[in-house]
């Protein structure tokens, strides 16, 4: 509960081959390091979850981590598409990817149901479209008061969840201030979790806008000042947009993807 | 005073987007062409404008154009941020949202959109696109949906390989069989014109052409035979104001 | 949207004899001034939701305004019953009492549906116990992707949401901190809503833990400093208990409440 | 060391509900008796106790005893305040909450409370009580349930007059048959002792007395007829300490 660790130990202790885990943050706080752990650790077979999979999920699936991708948005924002993504998803390099597709609002409220200890949610959402005929997880519900039809989707509740925070205090409270996005769903949905963080403290002075997340709601904190980059931690550094764009030379290629690979986060 | 040599057939697609922006509106805002084009108009005729992003800012004032929908700055200057699950339940899901901006890699005659795969089978693409993100409830619930394309035969198809967002489904009456509550696209604009839906039809039809550009260009770049409204208009060019604005928002 | 007017204008504007009314707060911030105004305005039939009625529906029950109560816990908190309510319940004085009773986790998550634009929520409650017997709004719903049976209940969308709040800014820009309870839910599941507000300011400094809700959200700000006495307002007040024990003894007897109606409410 | 004398009898009661608190746990307050208790074991046994509030203080750590369930100073000494919805939906729903204290207006012999309605007919009831409030779901979610109630026949009755919040429903099984999570009431503490459901028919049995207090006491005090433990213990009279300290809390 809120024990602090190295990251290669809680990614050690958390993330198994054929786990389903979520590594989120929406823009900010990417745990883009506890990521690159996970490809040095050699993970095989992992349901990756994540409402935008960009490049470090581009980085999983090239190194051949995953199995299968859920996700709602799956690119390069600002930038273009995940060629390692398409890779997988198109010509199953290096490994064949099995997708389950969803919306964001529909990725959002599934965690919340996670979150909530609910098997499903409840949404408007997807109706007209051709999604509900290619994913499973999207059935329609009716209002058992009014007779509305709307649709339903299963609660999200990973292995692991890994998010990065700004701070955590020695009890392993984690402070988080900027845009959430599903950070606390998705600790809370899963049934262990990681949190990176730029700092620890002693007392986590409020802020603004924070979150806490309780130390007992996490399992291990790990201090990783600049864990998150190339994405950004609102109070620490700013999104490197510039390696975003480069990324997309590095990726298109699976000799400059490996090369990258290799000088960058295997060795 | 308007220098409409000075404006590229980009600027005019912004400024024309930005012009369809009513003071007041609370706009839900993507990332590219739609977050110029609400930040351009808050800062000309839209000083009142409430941008939301789906990353939870809600009525982001950025200084400089963000290059994601989860920039800090966009944080930094809202009324009030979010979490993602409250953004779309409790700000879009309700219809809080008068108009929300949409992109598209395929679009057809009844403004449906597809930005999920290309080819006809969904198990294995030609193209893998980056998929749904916020748009399928974006285009049912905002009161009405302004989409921002550039206009070419390869996205304005006759038929789109995959309905990612419902426009007008099979045309009148399809949206509320759906039970979507939006009102639908209102506006397609493109680097050639602008279009919009039929009242009687919703079939998408050419109102405007940017200037120098032929119905000829237009009908060449769709692929379906384009209607053309009988009212057909060209656009008022650039202002040097939006120009100037949109030029410097672009540097900042 | 956002409008700032008087108490007194906004409530003639927006409660009308047999609306739908709910004046929220969870303990702290209780618009209990909003509610002495709608009395001294005489509306009747009203239909009062609140998860806790306490004393300002004590009181307004005791004046004859409402004709039906949905709710989840009605006491004195920490004194004992409330007089009014149980004497409108048991005996129909001044007025017969329609009732419709809840859980807390089910009225909180009705108005998080009303919020939504959902016309239901599901929740994990109320199985095993007599109220789905007594609540026409207690309904069994199946998970269509598990098969688990769990409970529905209908969103809540109020005619008029009133609450209290710290600050408010003049574009009507609300900001609440230290216990937020149901305020935003209740605001934005209600067709319109009125806030009270202890100061309005130039500027909404940002606060640890503040909610802000933005002004075109709210249809009407009132400046009512103290209108949240004698429950109380983070940052200004603390809540007078002597007041809640007293209304103990005012309440018991129908002439001691109407001399204290008259003396403190009418005149 | 201990004097018991000076121990009341309901100060006697609060002891024993702090004394069931384990350091670490997770625990939905009430206000009252069970404030109290949770704020005294805080004190005394379990520093690392984390109060949860219905109000969405979580983890807070009052210097003195609050007035309501609402009171300023749980936000103000919080690790975090939330929504009420997001208590019930994120916190106490899922399971999350190890104990939660309920009181009771009548109590039957498998736990099950009524907090709603005195008399056979809800719809004219002899006594209108104050309702559910979080009970229900407290009385389904946490992990297991300390009631704390005054002993006597108007409240431990045969059967009560509304199921406000399930213990055992009929018996053994009934939790799991209405798929409720927790583990039901663990123990009941009162002012002449403390009652625990027996393992197999989960029919409440006194299984300690307070000192001074006799089985005929606790029998007569009961409606139906009390199962007295084989093991019948008394309790231990609280400590100098946990009475100078829950005396101190009291004053404060």
Known sequence: MGEITTL???????????????????????????????????????????????IVYDQLIGAGCARKLIFSWAGNPGVGSLHRFRDAAQHGWPAPLEIEEHSHAGMANRYAAGAAGLPFAVLRGYTGTDLPAQTATIKP????????????VPALNPDVAIVHAQRADRDGNVQIWGITGVHKEVVLASRTSLVTVE?????????????VLPGW?????????????????????????VFYQAWDDISRDRDAFQAWLRSEVLS | MTRPAHASAGEMMTVAAARALKDGDRCFVGIGK???????????????????????TIGAKPGRLPLSIGDGILAETADTVVSVPEIFNYWLQPGRIDV????????????????????????DPRVRLPGAGGAPEIAASCREVIVIVTHSRRTFVEKVDFVTSVGF??????????????????????????????????ELTLTHLHPGV?????????????RIATDLTTTEPPSETELSVLRALEEA
């Open chain 1, 199 to 211: 700092e620890i403290v002693d007392e986590l002075e409020p802020r603004p806008g924070a979150i």
């Open chain 2, 34 to 56: 739609p977050s110029t084009a609400a930040n351009l108009a808050r800062r000309t005729h839209a000083p009142r404008l409430v941008l939301v992003y789906e990353s939870g």
């Open chain 1, 217 to 241: 709601t996490v399992d291990y904190v790990a201090h990783v000042p600049g864990g998150a980059r190339p994405s950004y931690a609102m109070g620490y550094y700013d999104r490197d947009n």
């Open chain 2, 214 to 226: 032929t119905r000829d260009q237009a009908r060449a770049a769709t692929g379906w035979e384009l």
């Open chain 2, 100 to 123: 929300g901006f949409l992109g598209a890699a395929q679009l057809d005659r009844f403004g449906n959109i597809n930005t999920t795969v290309i080819g006809d089978d969904y198990a």
């Open chain 1, 8 to 54: 290669s130990d809680a990614v050690a202790r958390l993330v198994h081959d054929g786990d389903t885990i979520a590594l989120e943050g929406f823009t900010h706080l990417i745990p883009v390091a506890a990521g690159h752990e996970i490809i040095r650790q050699g993970r095989r077979d992992l349901t990756l979850v994540r409402m935008t999979p960009d």
């Open chain 1, 141 to 152: 519900i009716t209002c058992p008061f009014t007779g509305e039809v709307l649709t339903a």
């Open chain 2, 169 to 202: 489904g099979a045309g009148p009456g399809d949206r509320e069989r759906h039970g979507l509550r939006g009102t639908g696209p209102r506006l397609v604009v493109t680097d050639l014109g602008v279009l919009a839906p039929d009242p009687e039809t919703c």
